[in-house]
């Protein structure tokens, strides 16, 4: 019988409760709802019963959506790649000024709401707007679109981090040997970055196949996907059986995905020694002479233009543009519950509300994520130990892809009395930042875990060695080099606690509404009054966004996390 030395002992107990913290977390806010609303589905009168799925998978319907998800999934992941690499080359291979606020520019899409990036792309398509001519509004085109503003700063931000530490030295030998620009990209650096390209794409594709918000607001009745279908069949026609095998569905294409970026990533992990991001670099070569950096300067400029700045400036625009001609009527009446009364609460008080739920879910988010970022940063010795910080990673990215309208569903059905507690949680004002951090805390883990497993391991051992305790040596190793990337991750916390909308849409009490909500009621409503509020509340919606993010992102070290 092996007896644990005090010390020791406290070691495994403050580890043990670091593991356990956010386990019973994620099992019961994530866990326990997800799988009581699948177990609703296939369960009758107590028994098992399957025949739902042959009855959703002989509907044409079915297999439509299903086409519909994995097609704007695969055009949207191919155009963010295709047009993301060149974009991390010129912001994170090349230096020019004003480099830092492009940067920031291209972070903005990705943590906007996503009903605010719909109402953006619905003003700029519409008959009435800039490229009403083309008549692609609620089409394919249109959502696809909306997919590549959204996913453009992933596939740069973790192609582009990589990119900025590899070693030139490669590059040039080939080029030194007679290989052209483009042979040697072609045969040394892109090879290099393959496990970056591929765990963006893995990324890219689940947000494109669970987006939510966007197709939501640009698919009209014609355009859906399986997230969406999710959520009509829950809400409208309240069929819980074929909710489940839909959420079945999800769940095996979000696991796919997430296996890939999970190998990907553990790839990138260990590329990322390589080199100081000075030796990297080097100035934009503009000058139309061979080898200059003139092509993806000019692709990388069209898209920052008109595809990211273009609807937000449009939206900026039309938000002024009032029945009564320009001005700033829309703002006023944001201090109204519109025409005909079409919300209960202005949009000013579920503005403030908004920022209340985003920041305790932040608090939640950044307690639970830090935890498992610490936790799965340390790489045991006994493989058993090992595989079980791989599943421990693995689980805590499952929120990322499952739908967040099954997750709100299944809290309505199981946080009665959650673990036989006399406590409705139902009714507290806690559920909806519970949700909201549900989604935030996988990327409070991927935020920190990639700076934790930078830091080299013989600096903790030496301090443990010069008789440092653990706490001393978290807190003179660990925090000094985390801390940044713990400002970053907040920001990202708070920012997509800010835009959540599937789990929140059915959470959110009369006297609780927050303001993606609030715009979407805005935007189903008749009235141009209501329209211009919308946009009006989309551009209020999407200042706080960007300024939380612009703030966070001056906390960014020169290591820190994918996003």
């Known amino acids: ?126 008959e009435s707007g800039p490229l009403g001519f083309l008549d692609i509004d609620g ?15 992933v596939v740069v931000r973790t192609v582009g981090g990589l990119w900025e530490h590899l070693d030139p030295r490669a590059e040039q030998a080939a080029r030194a040997l007679g290989a052209s620009p483009a042979r040697a990209l072609w045969t040394v650096t892109l090879p290099a970055l393959a496990p970056a390209i591929a765990s963006a794409a893995a990324v890219v594709f689940l947000f494109c196949a669970t987006a939510f918000g966007v197709v939501l607001v640009l698919g009209n009745q014609r355009y859906g996907t399986i997230e969406t279908e999710i959520w009509i069949q829950t809400v409208q026609f309240l069929d819980l059986r074929t909710a489940a095998v839909l959420s079945i569905v999800q769940l095996v294409v979000v696991s796919s995905a997430l296996w890939v970026a999970a190998r990907a990533r553990s790839r990138r992990e260990h590329a990322l020694n390589l080199s100081a991001a000075t030796r990297s670099t080097h100035p934009l070569r503009l000058r139309p002479v061979r080898g200059s950096d003139l092509g993806a300067a000019v692709l990388t400029a069209l898209v920052v233009v008109v595809l990211l700045t273009w609807p937000l400036v449009n939206l900026l ?19 109204t519950t519109g025409g005909n009364n079409a919300l209960t609460d202005t949009v000013w008080t579920a503005a403030g509300t908004s920022l209340r739920t985003a920041a305790a879910a932040t608090a939640i988010a950044l307690v639970v994520g830090g935890l498992v970022a610490l936790v799965v940063s340390r790489r045991p010795r006994a493989p058993a130990a090992r ?9 805590f990215m499952l929120p990322l892809g499952v739908s967040a309208v099954t997750v709100g569903f299944g809290f309505l059905i199981t946080l009665d009395t959650p673990l036989g507690l006399d406590v409705d949680l139902r009714t507290s004002g806690l559920l909806v930042p519970i949700a909201q951090a549900v989604v935030a805390v996988p990327l409070v883990v991927r935020t920190v875990l990639p700076v934790l497993r930078a830091i080299d391991p013989r600096q903790r051992e030496v301090a443990a060695t010069l008789g440092a305790p653990p706490r001393r040596v978290l807190a003179t190793v660990d925090w000094p080099i985390a801390a940044r990337s713990l400002g970053l991750a907040i920001g990202f916390a708070f920012a997509v606690s800010l835009g959540e909308f599937g789990a929140t849409s059915f959470l959110a009490r009369p006297d609780s509404t927050t303001l993606p909500i609030v715009i979407f009621r805005l935007i189903g409503r008749p009235g141009a009054e209501n329209y211009g509020m919308a946009l009006a509340a989309s551009v209020v919606l999407a200042a706080i966004t960007a300024t939380v993010m612009l703030g966070a992102e001056r906390l960014r070290g020169e290591r820190t996390g994918e996003f």
């Not at 595989?387 to 689980?395: C, F, M």
């Open 1 to 126: 019988m092996t007896v644990l030395l005090p010390g020791r002992a406290v070691r495994w107990s403050a580890w043990a409760l670091a593991v356990a913290v956010p386990v019973t977390f994620l099992a019961v806010f994530f866990a326990w709802p997800v799988l009581a609303l699948v177990g609703r589905g296939f369960v009758t009168d107590g028994a098992v019963d399957l025949s739902g799925f042959a009855e959703v998978f002989s509907t044409p319907r079915t297999w439509r959506l299903v086409g519909l998800t994995l097609g704007q999934a695969v055009v949207g992941t191919l155009l963010s790649v295709g047009l993301g690499v060149p974009g991390a080359y010129v912001l994170y291979r090349c230096t020019f000024r004003g480099q830092g606020a492009v940067r920031a520019l291209v972070t903005v899409p990705f943590v906007l709401p996503t009903v605010v990036v719909g109402v953006a792309f619905r003003a700029l398509l519409t």
């Open 139 to 153: 089409t394919f085109a249109a959502i696809v679109a909306a997919l590549v503003f959204f996913n453009y700063s």
């Open 317 to 335: 625009v039309r938000s002024f543009r009032t029945p009564s001609g320009w001005g700033i009527g829309n703002y006023v009446a944001l201090g």
């Open 387 to 395: 595989r079980a910080v791989s599943v421990l990673d693995s689980a």
